[in-house]
């Protein structure tokens, strides 16, 4: 069986207070920051982002599934290549649709962003000088 060292924490990180920090588990080291650090608890990817894709899954799931079962009988009476190759078509329209809204989206995206561009470079050339005390005694 073989042996743990335990080190100090104040060996390992000299600059982390470590007295108000408490392990998560038994045994474990909990996770430190340094002092006065912050951290960024925001999404890495938009709530929006996310709920387009939770729906073309969806899509891509029910659409190709039911077109199949909703043709097999009542379009194509039974013929279930004709119902299959509908579903597959349908599968594949889903797919160009959520590249077209992620083209769109990032295009959006860009766009948005020189325009924010534009308007702080207009802001900041709208915006007067105050002359000095030495400009307005050089001008009386």
Same mark, same amino acid.
């Given at each position: ?10 060996e =390992?990180?000299?600059w982390?207070d470590?007295? *108000?920090? =408490? ?7 909990p996770v430190?920051? +340094?002092?006065?650090? =912050?951290? *960024? ?7 929006a982002? #996310?709920?387009?894709?939770?729906f ?8 190709? #599934?039911g077109?199949?079962?909703?043709t097999?009988?009542?379009?194509f ?5 004709? !119902?299959g !190759?509908?579903?597959? #078509?349908? !599968?594949?329209?889903?797919l #160009?649709?959520?590249?077209?809204v ?8 860009r766009l948005?962003?020189?325009r924010?561009?534009?308007?702080? *470079?207009r802001r900041?050339?709208?915006? +007067? ?12």
């Amino acid at each position: 069986m073989a042996t743990r060292r335990n080190v100090a924490l104040s060996e =390992k990180e000299p600059w982390t207070d470590h007295a *108000d920090s =408490k392990a998560a588990l038994p045994g474990t080291q909990p996770v430190l920051f +340094p002092a006065g650090s =912050k951290s *960024d608890i925001t999404p890495a990817v938009p709530t929006a982002v #996310i709920v387009k894709l939770l729906f073309f899954t969806a899509a891509m799931i029910a659409g190709p #599934i039911g077109v199949y079962y909703l043709t097999v009988s009542s379009v194509f009476k039974g013929n279930s290549t004709f !119902a299959g !190759a509908l579903a597959a #078509i349908t !599968a594949n329209v889903v797919l #160009i649709a959520y590249v077209i809204v992620a083209m769109r989206e990032d295009q959006s995206e860009r766009l948005e962003q020189e325009r924010q561009q534009q308007q702080r *470079d207009r802001r900041q050339n709208q915006t +007067p000088s105050m002359p000095t005390k030495q400009e307005s005694k050089k001008g009386q």
